[in-house]
DNA sequence: TAGATTGTTAATCGATTAACAATC
DNA sequence: TAGATTGTTAATCGATTAACAATC
């Protein structure tokens, strides 16, 4: 287990294979290939058998992988194996939004603490969580063992609330805002800005429109 | 220009240069080198400066990039200089903060129609867009021209939803379902879901903390 | 002129894919 | 045994970085 040299894609890629063999096991699905798996995922049966691999053998030759075996594995892996406490910071729509998805909550990850720095936002329930004042976001970190935190407050005050996370202890951050988080190595930081995401989408649009109709455009 | 040569990872990037140069031109910043964005973003300036080079010569030796004129490049290239038409289907919180969000509005990407397939959400006002019923989506985005569609509907619906913007001519897609789309090669598909993105996060978490409380954990 | 910085080629590094022996 | 599929090594492919001539 040389940790130290798995890659971004590949951690990047468990929880996906995560989301398909979950999908799988609900259906009851007792055994799957690497080939199956890459024809649902548009992705190369080498490469998630490579993947894994990096791990420990999961698989059986011949026959392919106990779907069971395999969340059971992945979620070890993830460090999912226990339930992980998140805190997000920002109770506005997108917020809401991540509070209400449980989707990871089968994963063992949960949002047990919500923050907002606006005295108009504070006392609110949001999914049975009630949002608290910036002020105790230390003493809460720490009492409920929180260990990520989620930062959806606009660009301005996101380094802000980093600091703050940092501060209490957070080991690793969601960042949804567009802005790039100054913090020490120790903390892992990952950006999921959709803003940059949807203008990239852009580039791929079909020129022609634009050329065919030039005479013609307005 | 042979486009067809350009990495995705390159266009990931160019509108995050967007986003800096964007910030730096409110600043009154007149000029910046490879190096300086380098050291905001955390990119090798080299990079940089070959992302650029692969679109044209933005630059000048000795000097830098002018900003304001490498902002207008970037979105041409992006093709953003013109409005861009963006319907959006799910109006549920993650559907109202993207509606509410205006930082893409700036850079002419606009979300101009609102969609969703519950009655009880039909003819709800978001950020002064009606929503509307699925069944007018065709008419809508052929009337008003619109080539993007994202989706913010649960798992379940989302490709339904992806069939019916495909249906009516919609060239490129942001999902934000955890489900992997089916689609025609011309559609293009991005995945915003973030679901994955936060349990990923959990695989960098201090392994320590676990090991070294073993016996007194709890 | 001297210093700075681009655009670009060459070198390096890393990730994906192909191929296949091992084995169920 | 024959067919299927893993785990893994080797080959390929692509992306990042270093280096430097050109030039402002």
Same mark, same amino acid.
């Given at each position: 287990?040389?940790?130290?040299?798995?890659?971004?894609?590949?951690?990047? #890629?468990?929880?996906?294979?995560?989301?398909?063999?979950?999908?799988?096991?609900?259906?009851?699905?007792?055994?799957?290939?690497?080939?199956?798996?890459? !024809?649902?995922?548009?992705? +190369?049966?080498? !490469?998630? $058998?490579?993947?894994?691999?990096?791990?420990?053998?999961?698989?059986?030759?011949?026959?392919?992988?106990?779907?069971?075996?395999?969340?059971?594995?992945? $979620?070890?892996?993830?460090?999912?194996?226990?339930?992980?406490?998140?805190?997000?910071?920002?109770?506005?729509?997108?917020?809401?939004?991540?509070?209400?998805?449980?989707?990871?909550?089968?994963?063992?990850?949960?949002?047990?603490?919500?923050?907002?720095?606006? @005295?108009?936002?504070?006392?609110?329930?949001?999914?049975?969580?009630?949002?608290?004042?910036?002020?105790?976001?230390?003493?809460?970190?720490? $009492?409920?063992?929180? #260990?990520?935190?989620?930062?959806?407050?606009?660009?301005?005050?996101?380094?802000?609330?980093?600091? #703050?996370?940092?501060?209490?202890?957070?080991?690793?951050?969601? +960042?949804?805002?567009?802005?790039?988080?100054?913090? @020490?190595?120790?903390?892992?930081?990952?950006?999921?800005?959709?803003?940059?995401?949807?203008?990239?989408?852009?580039?791929?649009?079909?020129?022609?429109?634009?050329?065919?109709?030039?005479?013609?455009?307005?």
């Amino acid at each position: 287990m040389k940790q130290s040299k798995i890659s971004e894609a590949v951690v990047k #890629r468990l929880p996906v294979y995560l989301n398909v063999l979950t999908e799988l096991s609900k259906r009851d699905v007792q055994t799957v290939s690497s080939q199956e798996l890459g !024809q649902k995922l548009d992705l +190369n049966p080498a !490469q998630i $058998r490579k993947d894994l691999a990096y791990f420990g053998e999961f698989g059986r030759k011949g026959i392919g992988y106990d779907v069971s075996y395999l969340i059971e594995k992945i $979620r070890q892996i993830l460090k999912l194996d226990k339930p992980l406490h998140v805190a997000l910071v920002g109770a506005g729509n997108l917020g809401h939004a991540l509070c209400n998805y449980n989707t990871y909550v089968e994963d063992n990850m949960k949002i047990t603490a919500v923050f907002d720095a606006h @005295p108009g936002k504070v006392g609110m329930k949001i999914n049975g969580l009630t949002v608290q004042p910036m002020e105790e976001l230390k003493e809460t970190v720490g $009492r409920l063992d929180i #260990r990520v935190g989620i930062i959806t407050v606009p660009a301005v005050e996101a380094q802000n609330v980093a600091d #703050r996370f940092i501060e209490a202890g957070i080991e690793a951050i969601l +960042n949804f805002a567009p802005v790039i988080l100054k913090a @020490p190595d120790e903390v892992r930081i990952h950006h999921a800005d959709f803003t940059t995401q949807l203008l990239s989408l852009a580039y791929y649009l079909d020129k022609e429109r634009d050329e065919t109709d030039e005479g013609m455009a307005d």
